[in-house]
């Protein structure tokens, strides 16, 4: 669930792409390994090229694509680790290729806590705490930073 949860995020904040290509007039079609039951009613348009993309990026695919269920994920990024990894998401600095390696917790979990320490004036006192909490499930490190 939490990866699925960070592969909506970071789709979310453009951070990574779906994966597909562009066809004639610009429209975005997803991949074979993208596509799933849900894409079918977002077929792009002439007006519309962008259609599928958006749809791609959504917590609903994300959840297909992952195999997860939507209410459950819908329910747990609304707790306060997941709002400020929303919140930092733009600010990481992968040092992977994302397109090529599908994003983990623990992979990330480490870019996070840098961000955290980077960017720590972004986040609220609670969520600092909650998002420290949550790194220090993946992380041995996470409880070493310094509040300024």
């Not at 348009?45 to 962008?50: G, K, L, M, S, V």
């Not at 992952?66 to 306060?80: G, L």
């Not at 400020?84 to 397109?99: N, S």
């Amino acid at each position: 669930m939490n990866d699925a949860i960070l592969v909506y995020i970071l789709r979310k904040k453009y951070v990574l792409r779906p994966n597909g290509e562009y066809g004639a007039w610009n429209q975005w079609y997803a991949s074979d390994t993208e596509r799933r039951d849900c894409c079918e009613r977002y077929t792009p348009t002439y007006d519309d090229p962008y259609r599928l993309l958006r749809h791609c990026r959504s917590l609903r695919h994300v959840c297909a694509l992952h195999s997860t269920d939507y209410d459950t994920a819908r329910d747990i990024i609304k707790q306060p680790h997941w709002c400020a990894i929303e919140k930092l998401a733009q600010k990481v600095r992968f040092y992977t290729d994302m397109q090529t390696t599908p994003p983990t917790m623990e992979a990330l979990a480490p870019a996070f806590l840098q961000a955290l320490r980077d960017y720590q004036k972004l986040l609220t006192p609670s969520e600092t705490n909650a998002l420290l909490w949550f790194l220090g499930n993946h992380l041995t490190n996470a409880d070493t930073l310094v509040a300024d």
